[in-house]
């Protein structure tokens, strides 16, 4: 049992998924825990240690709190780093980041490993880290956690792709960039680092000066590490199956896929295994998934689309006429790219949310009249059915906390208004 925690003093701020299972992982350890709430008690607990979760910003009283009082303050995902005694793949990235660890997860179990599939997917990686009984960890890791790391090291490190989103929280791309990066800092020449060879710029990779092997991942090019040729999937050289054998669908899951691929042949894993993953794995419920089709009308569920890269890409995968819902709480950003990048089949869009405005007006400035705003989403999605468009695309391009708790909540009430579609 780790006996660093025995005592000790934390505060936790933040009493969502991350901050409950820090204080689990940190009471079975022997710590004394008290949350964050009231900032009049916080002197008085006597502090030796604080933990924050990923929703608490630098800019939250809590870090100057510990700064003029000389307390040590460490993100969950560092404390999981401590706790934790087996090796780590770990992935980030703007899109893709939990189909792909879902997927690791998934070619581990087919190889006669035993995974903790955790960090922004499952349970908080401290938690898991805690409880033990797994021979490797596979961690979605987010922006947010990668900020507070200290010693954070993975094995393995996966970005899936780069584009711009948390402006809001990180205020610019820059600033979003370097955090990403962080996830290769403490790797050392016995860890490897794979990166997408086609969606993350070299702008964006400013500073990162790696000491790990770098491995790549393409869809067009043949390079040191995973890609598809001739319709096949790749890793070195060595053909791993044939493209139509993955149960994904879309160019962007197959992207996902190659990152898979690449650190799982880094880790060691068989072919075997890989292929057996890839022909049965299904991703994610609220991303990109076909509902139904009621009355000649096909109904998608993208509502984990909460950036304007992962819509953009959900919007290129219909095939005939759109309407899309757009719109969400805040990020940050405007939504030009989005509709600069659109395709032609997308003919009308549903404006909603804390946003909408913002979206109706990037559309204009783009000649995209057909667009009407929102304050309620089940009205946007009747006027999105009532259209003769051959189908209906939740792909919101934003987050979804200014009427839901959660993108899942937001694609549950998507479905449940598809289901009573007459």
């Known amino acids: 049992?780790?006996?660093?925690?025995?005592?000790?003093?934390?505060?936790?701020?933040?009493?969502?998924?991350?901050?409950?299972?820090?204080?689990?992982?940190?009471?079975v350890a022997g710590a004394v825990c008290a949350y964050a709430e009231d900032e009049k008690e916080w002197s008085k607990f006597g502090a030796e240690l604080i933990v924050a979760?990923?929703?608490?910003?630098?800019?939250?009283?809590?870090?100057?709190?510990?700064?003029?009082?000389?307390?040590?303050?460490?993100?969950?995902?560092?404390?999981?780093?401590?706790?934790?005694?087996?090796?780590?793949?770990?992935?980030?990235?703007?899109n893709g980041k939990t189909t792909v660890t879902q997927l690791l997860g998934e070619i581990l179990r087919r190889s006669g490993r035993n995974p903790a599939v955790c960090g922004n997917v499952g349970s908080s990686f401290s938690l898991a880290a805690s409880r033990g009984g797994y021979d490797c960890a596979v961690v979605e890791v987010s922006s947010?956690?990668?900020?507070?790391?200290?010693?954070?090291?993975?094995?393995?490190?996966?970005?899936?792709?780069?584009?711009?989103?948390?402006?809001?929280?990180?205020?610019?791309?820059?600033?979003?960039c370097a955090a990403k990066l962080r996830i290769a800092e403490n790797q050392t020449e016995k860890d490897f680092l794979v990166l997408s060879q086609d969606d993350i710029a070299l702008c964006s990779l400013k500073g990162l000066a790696?000491?790990?092997?770098?491995?790549?991942?393409?869809?067009?090019?043949?390079?040191?590490?995973?890609?598809?040729?001739?319709?096949?999937?790749?890793y070195d050289c060595e053909r791993i199956c044939g493209v139509e054998r993955v149960k994904l669908e879309g160019e962007h899951n197959l992207k996902n896929v190659l990152s898979a691929v690449c650190a799982a042949k880094a880790f060691g894993i068989d072919n075997a295994s890989i292929v057996d993953a890839l022909t049965s794995f299904a991703a994610d419920s609220h991303?990109?998934?076909?509902?139904?089709?009621?009355?000649?009308?096909?109904?998608?569920?993208?509502?984990?689309?909460?950036?304007?890269?992962?819509?953009?890409?959900?919007?290129?995968?219909?095939?005939?006429?759109?309407c899309m819902i757009v719109g969400g709480s805040d990020k940050g950003y405007e939504y030009d790219e989005l509709f600069a990048s659109?395709?032609?089949?997308?003919?009308?869009?549903?404006?909603?949310?804390?946003?909408?405005?913002?979206?109706?007006?990037a559309a204009l400035r783009a000649n995209f009249e057909n667009v009407q705003t929102f304050n309620d989403f089940s009205?946007?999605?009747?006027?999105?059915?009532?259209?003769?468009?051959?189908?209906?695309?939740?792909?919101p391009a934003s987050a979804s906390f200014d009427m839901f708790s959660s993108y899942v909540e937001r694609g549950e009430e998507f479905e449940r208004l598809v289901r009573n579609v007459k």
């Open 53 to 94: 979760s990923p929703g608490i910003s630098e800019e939250q009283p809590i870090f100057a709190f510990a700064k003029e009082n000389s307390i040590p303050l460490i993100g969950e995902l560092e404390l999981g780093a401590m706790l934790n005694v087996r090796p780590i793949i770990a992935v980030t990235g703007t």
């Open 144 to 176: 947010f956690q990668l900020e507070t790391i200290v010693s954070f090291r993975p094995h393995i490190a996966v970005i899936t792709n780069i584009t711009p989103d948390h402006l809001d929280r990180h205020k610019t791309i820059e600033a979003y």
């Open 342 to 361: 659109l395709p032609k089949h997308v003919v009308r869009v549903a404006a909603v949310g804390q946003t909408a405005s913002k979206v109706k007006n």
């Open 379 to 395: 009205k946007a999605f009747e006027w999105a059915k009532e259209g003769d468009e051959e189908n209906v695309l939740l792909s």
């Open 1 to 27: 049992m780790n006996t660093e925690f025995k005592n000790k003093r934390v505060l936790i701020a933040g009493k969502g998924v991350s901050g409950k299972g820090a204080r689990e992982a940190l009471e």
């Open 287 to 322: 991303r990109l998934r076909l509902v139904a089709r009621v009355r000649g009308k096909n109904y998608y569920n993208d509502s984990k689309g909460t950036n304007i890269a992962a819509s953009v890409c959900a919007a290129r995968a219909m095939s005939g006429t759109t």
């Open 210 to 234: 790696p000491k790990s092997r770098v491995l790549y991942t393409s869809l067009n090019r043949k390079l040191s590490g995973a890609y598809t040729y001739n319709n096949a999937i790749y």
